[in-house]
């Protein structure tokens, strides 16, 4: 974001025919923000995508990661 501020998760998928995004930003962040920032990093020559498909949805509280060690001995 313009300020350095975290912005929450961004997930996209560029499968050469439209560029998927799925973002969850916390609540009063800005959805066009979001959207420049998605569009900024796949210009149109920089895939073959001819479509965008932005999913943006907020949250109030932080959420919580949680972390497991997926190779047990």
């Known amino acids: 974001m313009e300020d350095g501020r ?17 973002a969850s930003v916390k609540r009063g962040t800005s959805h066009e923000e979001v959207a420049d920032l ?12 001819h479509n965008r498909e932005i999913i943006i949805s907020d949250y109030d509280e932080e959420p919580e990661m949680l972390e497991s060690d997926i190779r047990q001995a």
């Not at 975290?6 to 799925?22: E, P, W």
């Not at 569009?39 to 149109?44: I, L, M, N, R």
């Open 6 to 22: 975290r912005i929450g998760f961004l997930s996209v998928v560029d499968d050469g025919h439209v560029v998927y995004a799925l």
């Open 38 to 49: 998605v569009e900024g990093f796949f210009t149109p020559s920089s895939t073959d995508a």
